[in-house]
T-cell receptor, first 113, second 113 residues
């Protein structure tokens, strides 16, 4: 079936260090979305990428969509304790006619102050 | 109003009980979703309603019964659940099935004894 693989599963960093999570699909995606879920919370939408090679920034967060539209990354510069949570990518496959998003397994980020 | 409201926030039920989870949104979204989320896992799609019609049922057991009374409301009726059904049940909505991001509610934390 259609899958989106996400790595790493966990990442522990010292506050101020950078962090990156990667998503990879075996098939071309129409778009990819990123969500953040704080501990005990619910997923919250961060961003959507649609175009091949697209790069978007939100303050210390940089999102990239690969040229082949099969992979994506989220990079956080100089992490802060407020960045703690689980980051999910969710891809919409190009062949989908249902609008069903396929979620990656998530990367849980811990930040040591 | 950019909220998806879920009730109850917490529910404990026995295996012979019948209960319902409720979800409401007033954003004019025409796609509504039920997800199940286990600890340290991504949201797992259960049902999708598009324009008040059930469009996706991800082979969910019949002890879970969804209902969409109107474009703002979504219910999940629960009957004869098993302990392994204990999870966080998330409702979400989108502007339309193939458009936009998911807005998640805070979830209903279900414990089946």
């Amino acid at each position: 079936g259609q899958q989106v693989m996400q790595i790493p599963q966990y990442q522990h960093v010292q506050e101020g260090e950078d962090f990156t999570t990667y998503c990879n699909s075996s098939t071309t995606l129409s778009n990819i979305q990123w969500y953040k879920q704080r501990p005990g919370g619910h997923p919250v939408f961060l961003i959507q990428l649609v175009k091949s090679g697209e790069v978007k920034k939100q303050k210390r967060l940089t999102f990239q969509f690969g040229e082949a539209k099969k992979n994506s990354s989220l990079h956080i510069t100089a992490t802060q304790t407020t960045d703690v949570g689980t980051y999910f990518c969710a891809g919409l496959h190009g062949s989908s006619n249902t609008g069903k998003l396929i979620f990656g397994q998530g990367t849980t980020l811990q930040v040591k102050p | 109003d950019t909220e998806v409201t879920q009730t109850p926030k917490h529910l404990v039920m026995g295996m012979t009980n019948k209960k319902s989870l409720k979800c409401e949104q007033h954003m004019g979204h025409r796609a509504m979703y039920w997800y199940k989320q286990k600890a340290k896992k991504p949201p797992e799609l259960m049902f999708v309603y598009s324009y008040e019609k059930l469009s996706i049922n991800e082979s969910v057991p019949s002890r879970f019964s969804p209902e969409c009374p109107n474009s703002s409301l979504l219910n999940l009726h629960l009957h004869a659940l098993q302990p392994e059904d204990s999870a966080l049940y998330l409702c979400a909505s989108k502007l339309a099935p193939n458009t936009g991001e998911l807005f998640f509610g805070e979830g209903s934390r279900l414990t089946v004894l």
